[in-house]
């Protein structure tokens, strides 16, 4: 897989929107990975896969390794905090900006770049976008999820913008699979047990900057080194 950039996702679901994503936009071929350990899930396990990266054969001759992170509430904060553990992890080159490429040092790791979600400095996640998309599909649901978080009087403040989307998103996807409706963003594209195969239609608009950046990442290596 060397000749394949790494994709290095905070989690399930994000590994399998990117892996769709590329499949339905028919975007270059990429490495996307999922944690294996629970220590390495979420945002806050970056640092300790990129330390294991170091031990795969044949790194040194990965074109790059791309992370994506969820710009949550504060999308500088957590821009910075993935900067300290990639500094932490040791050899690798630090991003100065979201989407844009760090030399390694050496040049026996490979180049490092970071991709915020839903994009740079928009505050929110992966859910947020997938929730424009899912709401577009199947209005009259996303008008009755609207109604009832007034119903339960969420608390938007309290819980803050993502937390929001999330819980939209999830009531959407029960909603809209009455044969699963515990069913998680991951298997959204999934088809199987009686799902809609269109619960979050990868074609939409707001999804084309990530797809923009994807089909143009090669572009970006040469231009950049």
């Not at 992890?89 to 989407?99: I, K, L, N, T």
């Not at 050496?106 to 180049?111: A, D, T, Y």
């Not at 999820?145 to 999830?170: M, N, P």
């Not at 409706?181 to 608009?205: C, E, I, Q």
């Amino acid at each position: 897989m060397a000749e394949d950039p790494i994709v290095l996702c905070e989690g399930n679901d994000d590994a399998a929107f990117f892996t769709q994503l590329i499949r339905f936009r028919e975007l270059r071929s990429l490495d996307v990975r999922a944690p294996t350990r629970e220590d390495h899930a979420g945002h806050s396990g970056f640092g300790r896969r990129m330390v294991a990266l170091k031990t795969e054969t044949d790194i040194e001759n990965t074109p790059a390794i791309i992370i994506v992170r969820d710009c949550n509430a504060d999308p500088g904060s957590a821009f910075r905090s993935l900067v300290v553990q990639i500094r932490e992890s040791g050899g690798y080159g630090v991003p100065d900006a979201p989407r844009r490429l760090a030399r390694s040092q050496g040049r026996m790791l490979p180049p490092i770049c970071v991709l915020m979600l839903p994009w740079d400095n928009q505050p929110g996640a992966l859910e947020t976008l997938c929730y424009e998309s899912a709401a577009a599909r199947r209005p009259e649901i996303a008008e009755c999820v609207d109604s009832y978080v007034r119903c339960v009087q969420f608390d938007i403040e309290a819980w803050g913008t993502v937390k929001h989307d999330k819980f939209r998103l999830r009531c959407l996807l029960s909603a809209a699979c009455p044969s699963e409706p515990n069913t998680a963003l991951r298997y959204a594209w999934s088809g199987d047990k009686g799902r809609p195969t269109d619960l979050v239609p990868l074609g939409h608009r707001c999804f084309d900057e990530i797809a923009n950046f994807l089909a143009g990442f090669d572009r970006t290596l040469e231009a950049r080194f």
